[in-house]
Protein backbone atom coordinates (compact mmCIF):
# COMPACT_ATOMS: atom_id res chain seq x y z
CA UNK A 1 0.00 0.00 0.00
CA UNK A 2 1.05 4.02 -0.59
CA UNK A 3 2.26 5.33 2.31
CA UNK A 4 2.23 8.45 1.05
CA UNK A 5 -0.62 10.77 -0.75
CA UNK A 6 0.55 13.39 -3.12
CA UNK A 7 0.65 16.80 -1.83
CA UNK A 8 -2.01 19.19 -2.76
CA UNK A 9 -1.52 22.54 -4.69
CA UNK A 10 -5.29 24.65 -4.57
CA UNK A 11 -5.85 27.60 -6.57
CA UNK A 12 -8.89 29.57 -5.44
CA UNK A 13 -11.09 31.28 -2.09
CA UNK A 14 -14.57 29.52 -3.53
CA UNK A 15 -17.07 28.42 -0.81
CA UNK A 16 -16.19 24.75 -2.87
CA UNK A 17 -12.83 25.41 -2.14
CA UNK A 18 -13.28 26.15 1.49
CA UNK A 19 -15.27 22.50 1.50
CA UNK A 20 -12.55 20.61 -0.82
CA UNK A 21 -9.88 21.80 1.58
CA UNK A 22 -11.27 19.96 5.11
CA UNK A 23 -12.36 17.04 2.84
CA UNK A 24 -8.74 16.09 1.71
CA UNK A 25 -7.28 16.92 4.98
CA UNK A 26 -9.45 14.46 6.74
CA UNK A 27 -8.78 11.49 4.13
CA UNK A 28 -5.01 12.08 4.47
CA UNK A 29 -3.82 14.18 2.17
CA UNK A 30 -1.33 17.32 2.82
CA UNK A 31 -2.49 20.63 1.51
CA UNK A 32 1.08 22.45 0.95
CA UNK A 33 0.21 25.37 -0.80
CA UNK A 34 -2.79 27.70 -2.10
CA UNK A 35 -3.24 30.57 -4.66
CA UNK A 36 -5.80 32.97 -4.33
CA UNK A 37 -6.10 36.58 -6.38
CA UNK A 38 -4.87 38.78 -4.01
CA UNK A 39 -2.77 39.05 -1.09
CA UNK A 40 -5.44 39.60 1.05
CA UNK A 41 -7.56 36.83 0.25
CA UNK A 42 -4.32 34.18 0.09
CA UNK A 43 -3.78 35.42 4.04
CA UNK A 44 -6.64 35.02 5.22
CA UNK A 45 -7.38 31.79 3.52
CA UNK A 46 -4.59 30.45 5.23
CA UNK A 47 -5.53 31.48 8.34
CA UNK A 48 -8.63 30.40 8.39
CA UNK A 49 -7.67 26.45 6.84
CA UNK A 50 -4.13 26.03 8.21
CA UNK A 51 -2.08 26.41 5.15
CA UNK A 52 1.23 27.45 5.64
CA UNK A 53 2.24 28.35 1.80
CA UNK A 54 0.08 30.99 0.43
CA UNK A 55 0.96 33.22 -2.39
CA UNK A 56 -0.94 35.36 -5.76
CA UNK A 57 2.13 33.72 -8.01
CA UNK A 58 0.37 30.73 -9.83
CA UNK A 59 3.62 29.17 -11.01
CA UNK A 60 5.13 29.41 -7.17
CA UNK A 61 2.09 26.74 -6.21
CA UNK A 62 2.32 24.94 -9.54
CA UNK A 63 6.11 24.19 -9.20
CA UNK A 64 6.26 23.72 -5.94
CA UNK A 65 8.39 20.48 -5.34
CA UNK A 66 5.21 18.73 -3.13
CA UNK A 67 2.47 19.39 -5.26
CA UNK A 68 1.36 16.31 -7.04
CA UNK A 69 -1.77 17.24 -7.60
CA UNK A 70 -3.42 20.53 -8.22
CA UNK A 71 -7.33 21.24 -7.14
CA UNK A 72 -8.74 24.42 -8.63
CA UNK A 73 -11.81 26.04 -8.54
CA UNK A 74 -11.19 30.24 -9.11
CA UNK A 75 -13.08 32.24 -11.66
CA UNK A 76 -13.96 30.15 -14.66
CA UNK A 77 -12.06 32.13 -17.01
CA UNK A 78 -8.70 31.69 -15.27
CA UNK A 79 -8.83 27.42 -14.31
CA UNK A 80 -8.42 26.53 -18.11
CA UNK A 81 -5.19 28.29 -18.14
CA UNK A 82 -4.09 26.80 -14.89
CA UNK A 83 -5.36 23.33 -15.78
CA UNK A 84 -3.24 23.03 -18.54
CA UNK A 85 -0.12 24.43 -16.88
CA UNK A 86 -0.23 21.81 -14.16
CA UNK A 87 -0.74 19.19 -17.01
CA UNK A 88 2.18 20.25 -19.17
CA UNK A 89 4.50 20.12 -16.47
CA UNK A 90 3.69 16.57 -14.85
CA UNK A 91 0.72 17.52 -12.17
CA UNK A 92 -2.50 15.94 -11.67
CA UNK A 93 -5.29 18.32 -11.86
CA UNK A 94 -9.26 18.02 -9.82
CA UNK A 95 -11.12 21.40 -12.10
CA UNK A 96 -14.33 22.42 -10.16
CA UNK A 97 -17.16 23.24 -12.62
CA UNK A 98 -17.64 25.52 -13.97
CA UNK A 99 -14.31 24.96 -16.14
CA UNK A 100 -15.09 27.64 -18.15
CA UNK A 101 -17.16 30.99 -19.47
CA UNK A 102 -17.64 29.52 -23.13
CA UNK A 103 -16.49 25.73 -24.51
CA UNK A 104 -13.43 26.99 -26.28
CA UNK A 105 -12.11 28.69 -23.36
CA UNK A 106 -11.89 24.95 -22.18
CA UNK A 107 -10.17 23.52 -25.23
CA UNK A 108 -6.23 23.90 -23.95
CA UNK A 109 -7.51 21.70 -20.72
CA UNK A 110 -9.05 19.35 -22.88
CA UNK A 111 -5.58 18.77 -25.54
CA UNK A 112 -3.49 19.00 -22.45
CA UNK A 113 -5.77 16.23 -21.13
CA UNK A 114 -5.31 13.94 -23.97
CA UNK A 115 -1.69 14.77 -24.74
CA UNK A 116 -0.75 13.87 -20.98
CA UNK A 117 -3.70 10.31 -20.55
CA UNK A 118 -1.47 8.69 -17.74
CA UNK A 119 -2.08 11.94 -15.78
CA UNK A 120 -5.53 12.27 -13.19
CA UNK A 121 -7.50 15.11 -15.23
CA UNK A 122 -10.97 14.94 -13.59
CA UNK A 123 -14.00 17.42 -12.97
CA UNK A 124 -14.94 17.75 -9.57
CA UNK A 125 -18.90 16.98 -10.24
CA UNK A 126 -19.55 15.10 -6.77
CA UNK A 127 -23.31 14.04 -8.39
CA UNK A 128 -22.22 11.32 -9.86
CA UNK A 129 -20.68 9.79 -6.90
CA UNK A 130 -23.74 10.48 -5.09
CA UNK A 131 -25.01 6.47 -4.03
CA UNK A 132 -28.57 7.23 -5.31
CA UNK A 133 -27.18 8.35 -9.04
CA UNK A 134 -25.35 5.58 -9.37
CA UNK A 135 -28.37 3.27 -8.58
CA UNK A 136 -30.30 5.47 -11.02
CA UNK A 137 -27.77 5.09 -13.73
CA UNK A 138 -28.00 1.37 -13.52
CA UNK A 139 -31.46 0.90 -12.96
CA UNK A 140 -31.69 2.75 -16.45
CA UNK A 141 -28.78 0.64 -17.78
CA UNK A 142 -30.83 -2.57 -15.93
CA UNK A 143 -34.24 -1.73 -18.18
CA UNK A 144 -35.99 -0.49 -14.95
CA UNK A 145 -37.73 2.49 -17.38
CA UNK A 146 -37.68 0.48 -20.54
CA UNK A 147 -36.60 3.02 -23.07
CA UNK A 148 -35.79 7.08 -22.09
CA UNK A 149 -37.81 9.30 -23.00
CA UNK A 150 -38.31 12.21 -21.11
CA UNK A 151 -36.19 14.30 -18.67
CA UNK A 152 -37.15 16.48 -16.50
CA UNK A 153 -34.53 18.64 -13.82
CA UNK A 154 -35.60 21.65 -11.90
CA UNK A 155 -34.11 23.23 -9.35
CA UNK A 156 -34.76 26.45 -6.79
CA UNK A 157 -32.62 28.24 -4.57
CA UNK A 158 -32.23 31.36 -3.84
CA UNK A 159 -29.22 33.00 -5.68
CA UNK A 160 -26.43 35.05 -3.35
CA UNK A 161 -23.96 37.50 -4.50
CA UNK A 162 -21.00 38.99 -2.73
CA UNK A 163 -20.89 42.67 -1.66
CA UNK A 164 -18.52 43.10 -4.34
CA UNK A 165 -18.78 42.56 -7.40
CA UNK A 166 -16.92 39.52 -8.81
CA UNK A 167 -17.11 36.69 -11.38
CA UNK A 168 -20.43 35.12 -10.41
CA UNK A 169 -21.97 38.64 -11.68
CA UNK A 170 -20.80 38.67 -14.93
CA UNK A 171 -21.77 36.39 -17.95
CA UNK A 172 -18.03 36.93 -19.60
CA UNK A 173 -16.21 35.78 -17.14
CA UNK A 174 -18.62 32.58 -16.67
CA UNK A 175 -21.35 33.52 -13.93
CA UNK A 176 -24.79 32.61 -14.16
CA UNK A 177 -27.37 29.67 -12.87
CA UNK A 178 -27.15 28.00 -16.57
CA UNK A 179 -23.02 27.83 -16.07
CA UNK A 180 -22.93 27.25 -12.50
CA UNK A 181 -25.75 24.25 -11.91
CA UNK A 182 -26.97 23.99 -15.44
CA UNK A 183 -23.45 22.61 -16.32
CA UNK A 184 -23.85 19.95 -13.90
CA UNK A 185 -27.29 19.32 -14.49
CA UNK A 186 -26.46 18.67 -18.53
CA UNK A 187 -23.77 16.81 -17.52
CA UNK A 188 -25.80 14.46 -14.87
CA UNK A 189 -28.10 13.91 -17.52
CA UNK A 190 -26.08 12.67 -20.03
CA UNK A 191 -23.97 10.56 -17.59
CA UNK A 192 -27.15 8.18 -16.29
CA UNK A 193 -28.77 8.30 -19.48
CA UNK A 194 -25.64 7.71 -22.03
CA UNK A 195 -27.65 10.19 -24.58
CA UNK A 196 -26.37 13.74 -25.59
CA UNK A 197 -28.25 16.83 -26.52
CA UNK A 198 -28.50 17.29 -30.54
CA UNK A 199 -30.44 20.50 -30.62
CA UNK A 200 -31.35 23.03 -27.77
CA UNK A 201 -33.71 25.85 -27.27
CA UNK A 202 -34.31 27.69 -24.01
CA UNK A 203 -34.44 31.12 -22.93
CA UNK A 204 -31.78 33.47 -20.06
CA UNK A 205 -33.15 36.08 -17.31
CA UNK A 206 -31.24 37.91 -15.74
CA UNK A 207 -33.80 39.67 -12.80
CA UNK A 208 -31.34 41.36 -10.10
CA UNK A 209 -29.69 43.70 -11.91
CA UNK A 210 -28.01 45.43 -9.48
CA UNK A 211 -28.15 44.98 -5.24
CA UNK A 212 -27.54 46.96 -2.78
CA UNK A 213 -23.86 46.81 -2.67
CA UNK A 214 -23.29 46.26 -6.12
CA UNK A 215 -25.15 49.37 -8.25
CA UNK A 216 -24.27 52.49 -9.91
CA UNK A 217 -21.50 52.18 -13.27
CA UNK A 218 -21.64 48.10 -12.12
CA UNK A 219 -24.59 45.68 -13.25
CA UNK A 220 -25.20 41.87 -12.72
CA UNK A 221 -25.45 41.02 -16.39
CA UNK A 222 -25.43 36.74 -14.82
CA UNK A 223 -28.51 35.23 -15.27
CA UNK A 224 -30.58 34.43 -11.55
CA UNK A 225 -33.30 32.44 -13.89
CA UNK A 226 -32.82 29.84 -16.46
CA UNK A 227 -35.39 27.29 -18.69
CA UNK A 228 -34.27 25.45 -21.61
CA UNK A 229 -35.23 21.87 -23.89
CA UNK A 230 -32.83 19.72 -25.53
CA UNK A 231 -32.96 16.85 -27.92
CA UNK A 232 -31.26 13.80 -27.02
CA UNK A 233 -29.27 11.62 -29.14
CA UNK A 234 -30.96 8.39 -28.17
CA UNK A 235 -34.68 10.08 -29.42
CA UNK A 236 -35.92 11.09 -25.50
CA UNK A 237 -36.54 15.16 -24.66
CA UNK A 238 -35.33 17.10 -21.53
CA UNK A 239 -36.36 20.42 -19.61
CA UNK A 240 -34.70 21.87 -17.59
CA UNK A 241 -35.63 24.75 -15.17
CA UNK A 242 -33.31 26.27 -12.98
CA UNK A 243 -35.02 28.92 -10.67
CA UNK A 244 -32.19 31.58 -8.55
CA UNK A 245 -35.26 33.30 -6.50
CA UNK A 246 -36.59 30.85 -4.45
CA UNK A 247 -34.88 31.89 -1.09
CA UNK A 248 -35.15 29.04 1.55
CA UNK A 249 -34.28 25.45 1.21
CA UNK A 250 -32.90 24.56 -1.82
CA UNK A 251 -34.32 21.86 -4.00
CA UNK A 252 -33.15 19.48 -6.57
CA UNK A 253 -35.48 16.94 -8.25
CA UNK A 254 -34.36 15.46 -11.71
CA UNK A 255 -37.05 13.16 -13.00
CA UNK A 256 -36.62 10.28 -15.56
CA UNK A 257 -39.46 8.79 -17.51
CA UNK A 258 -39.47 5.40 -19.76
CA UNK A 259 -41.75 3.60 -21.60
CA UNK A 260 -41.72 0.95 -18.40
CA UNK A 261 -41.67 3.61 -15.63
CA UNK A 262 -39.68 6.18 -14.04
CA UNK A 263 -36.99 7.20 -11.67
CA UNK A 264 -36.95 10.57 -9.13
CA UNK A 265 -34.20 11.93 -8.01
CA UNK A 266 -35.11 14.63 -4.98
CA UNK A 267 -32.14 15.64 -3.06
CA UNK A 268 -29.96 12.71 -2.25
CA UNK A 269 -32.64 9.90 -2.48
CA UNK A 270 -34.03 7.91 -5.50
CA UNK A 271 -37.81 7.21 -5.83
CA UNK A 272 -38.90 4.87 -8.65
CA UNK A 273 -42.14 3.49 -9.86
CA UNK A 274 -43.23 1.23 -12.72
CA UNK A 275 -45.96 1.91 -14.78
CA UNK A 276 -47.94 -1.62 -13.59
CA UNK A 277 -47.76 0.02 -9.83
CA UNK A 278 -49.87 1.77 -8.02
CA UNK A 279 -47.78 3.66 -5.46
CA UNK A 280 -43.82 5.02 -5.59
CA UNK A 281 -41.12 3.25 -4.15
CA UNK A 282 -38.37 4.67 -2.25
CA UNK A 283 -35.12 2.73 -3.96
CA UNK A 284 -32.70 4.67 -2.30
CA UNK A 285 -32.39 6.82 1.31
CA UNK A 286 -29.43 9.18 2.21
CA UNK A 287 -30.07 11.27 4.84
CA UNK A 288 -28.07 14.18 6.24
CA UNK A 289 -25.81 13.49 8.61
CA UNK A 290 -24.64 16.67 10.00
CA UNK A 291 -22.43 15.19 12.57
CA UNK A 292 -20.24 13.76 9.81
CA UNK A 293 -20.14 17.16 8.02
CA UNK A 294 -18.49 18.31 11.42
CA UNK A 295 -15.98 15.47 11.87
CA UNK A 296 -14.28 16.87 8.26
CA UNK A 297 -14.00 20.55 9.53
CA UNK A 298 -16.53 21.45 7.36
CA UNK A 299 -17.36 25.09 8.56
CA UNK A 300 -21.15 25.86 9.45
CA UNK A 301 -21.22 28.99 7.40
CA UNK A 302 -19.53 27.31 4.24
CA UNK A 303 -21.93 24.16 4.39
CA UNK A 304 -24.91 26.85 4.19
CA UNK A 305 -23.36 27.82 1.12
CA UNK A 306 -23.45 24.29 -0.93
CA UNK A 307 -26.47 22.30 -1.73
CA UNK A 308 -26.06 19.38 0.48
CA UNK A 309 -26.51 16.82 -2.29
CA UNK A 310 -23.43 18.35 -4.20
CA UNK A 311 -21.38 18.28 -0.68
CA UNK A 312 -22.37 14.48 -0.27
CA UNK A 313 -21.22 13.37 -3.90
CA UNK A 314 -17.86 15.78 -3.21
CA UNK A 315 -17.08 14.24 -0.24
CA UNK A 316 -17.32 10.65 -1.84
CA UNK A 317 -15.21 11.68 -4.66
CA UNK A 318 -12.50 12.57 -2.24
CA UNK A 319 -12.81 9.24 -0.91
CA UNK A 320 -12.21 7.71 -4.47
CA UNK A 321 -9.30 9.63 -5.11
CA UNK A 322 -7.64 8.79 -2.27
CA UNK A 323 -8.16 5.23 -3.12
CA UNK A 324 -6.97 5.91 -6.47
CA UNK A 325 -3.45 6.78 -5.23
CA UNK A 326 -3.55 4.31 -2.47
CA UNK A 327 -3.78 1.53 -4.62
CA UNK A 328 -0.03 2.36 -6.33
CA UNK A 329 3.09 2.75 -4.99
CA UNK A 330 4.60 4.83 -6.77
CA UNK A 331 4.77 8.70 -5.56
CA UNK A 332 2.56 9.99 -9.29
CA UNK A 333 1.08 6.73 -9.70
CA UNK A 334 -2.68 6.30 -9.75
CA UNK A 335 -5.16 3.73 -11.06
CA UNK A 336 -8.77 4.93 -12.80
CA UNK A 337 -10.93 2.16 -11.20
CA UNK A 338 -12.26 4.05 -7.93
CA UNK A 339 -12.61 7.40 -9.85
CA UNK A 340 -13.80 5.78 -13.49
CA UNK A 341 -17.25 7.42 -12.85
CA UNK A 342 -15.70 10.93 -12.76
CA UNK A 343 -16.79 13.43 -15.24
CA UNK A 344 -13.39 13.93 -17.60
CA UNK A 345 -12.28 16.84 -19.81
CA UNK A 346 -13.71 15.88 -22.67
CA UNK A 347 -16.91 15.52 -20.66
CA UNK A 348 -16.42 19.40 -19.67
CA UNK A 349 -16.29 20.15 -23.14
CA UNK A 350 -19.37 18.34 -24.23
CA UNK A 351 -21.13 20.44 -21.12
CA UNK A 352 -19.59 23.56 -22.05
CA UNK A 353 -20.48 23.22 -25.96
CA UNK A 354 -24.48 22.71 -24.95
CA UNK A 355 -24.27 25.67 -22.57
CA UNK A 356 -22.91 27.83 -25.31
CA UNK A 357 -26.00 26.96 -27.56
CA UNK A 358 -28.45 27.38 -25.17
CA UNK A 359 -27.31 31.15 -24.63
CA UNK A 360 -26.87 30.90 -28.23
CA UNK A 361 -30.59 30.13 -28.62
CA UNK A 362 -31.68 32.43 -25.71
CA UNK A 363 -30.36 35.13 -27.84
CA UNK A 364 -31.82 34.34 -31.21
CA UNK A 365 -35.15 33.20 -30.11
CA UNK A 366 -34.34 29.92 -32.08
CA UNK A 367 -33.59 26.15 -31.43
CA UNK A 368 -29.82 25.84 -32.09
CA UNK A 369 -27.78 22.72 -33.01
CA UNK A 370 -25.00 21.50 -30.47
CA UNK A 371 -21.65 21.27 -32.87
CA UNK A 372 -18.67 19.92 -31.00
CA UNK A 373 -16.20 22.13 -32.89
CA UNK A 374 -12.40 20.39 -31.39
CA UNK A 375 -10.56 23.51 -32.74
CA UNK A 376 -8.71 26.49 -30.87
CA UNK A 377 -10.11 29.86 -32.69
CA UNK A 378 -7.59 31.61 -34.99
CA UNK A 379 -5.99 34.44 -33.06
CA UNK A 380 -6.09 36.87 -36.44
CA UNK A 381 -9.00 35.25 -38.38
CA UNK A 382 -8.93 38.02 -40.60
CA UNK A 383 -5.43 37.50 -41.49
CA UNK A 384 -5.95 34.10 -41.38
CA UNK A 385 -8.35 34.05 -44.15
CA UNK A 386 -5.97 36.42 -46.21
CA UNK A 387 -3.13 33.65 -45.95
CA UNK A 388 -5.04 30.76 -47.03
CA UNK A 389 -6.49 32.51 -49.96
CA UNK A 390 -2.94 33.81 -51.00
CA UNK A 391 -0.73 32.19 -53.43
CA UNK A 392 2.56 33.49 -51.35
CA UNK A 393 4.25 31.70 -48.89
CA UNK A 394 6.27 32.90 -45.60
CA UNK A 395 9.85 31.55 -44.51
Not at 349 to 371: G, I, L, M, N, P
Request: contains cysteine.
Amino acid sequence: MRKMLPGIGVFGNTAAMRCYIPMFKSYGFEVVALWARTQEEAKQMSDDLGIEIYTTDVDKVLLHKDVDLVVISCSPHLQAHIASKALGIGKHVLCSPPAGPHSRGTLPMVHSSRYYPRLMSLMCNGLRFLPSVIKMRQLIKDGFIGEVTICEAKMHYGHRLSHTFDWMCDEMMGGGVLNMYGAMVIDILSHVTGQRATRVQGILKTYTKQTEHIRGIREITSDDFCSFQMELDGGACATVTLNGHMHGQFVQEIIIVGSKGRLALRSADLYGQRHDRVKEDLLHFDPVNYKDLESLGIHEKVRGEIPIPYMKGVIKMVECVRDAFQQVEERQGWTPEPVDMAATFEDCFYVQTVVDAVRSASKSRQSVKVVMTDAEPESNPFLSTAMRRSTFSLH
